[in-house]
């Protein structure tokens, strides 16, 4: 089992920054990928960010050039540096790990963090 726990989220003013960050504990040397994904109201999930085991990351279209995911092996952290943010980012953001186990992908996720764009 692996446990996700948010933290860094709040209301910023359009242009503002926030860093979120998710800490992992349990069996995190199980894990692949750790991932940011968000949902506005009345939208479904989508995926922010994700950085793999071999810090590979890939980016939604929309936040390229504006957000930063990183990870920390060393304190089982991943890390979302969100800036230039705009009204349209706002939504519950998710922290997401998977691990391969018994041939199938395995998602934990954490409780969710409000971040609110607005003036």
């Known amino acids: 089992q692996i446990q996700l726990v948010e933290s860094g989220g709040g209301l910023v003013q359009p242009g503002g920054s926030l860093t979120l960050t998710c800490t992992a504990s349990g069996s995190v040397s199980t894990i692949y990928s750790l991932a940011w994904y968000r949902q506005a109201p009345g939208k479904e999930r989508e995926l922010v960010a994700v950085?793999?085991?071999?810090?590979?990351?890939k980016y939604e279209d929309s936040v390229k050039g504006r957000f930063t995911i990183s990870r920390d092996n060393a304190k089982n952290m991943v890390s979302l540096q969100m800036n230039s943010l705009k009204p349209e980012d706002t939504a519950v953001y998710y922290c997401n790990a998977a691990r391969w186990s018994e041939r199938k992908w395995i998602d934990y996720w954490g409780q969710g963090t409000q971040v609110t764009v607005s003036s």
């Open positions: 950085i793999s085991i071999g810090n590979t990351t």
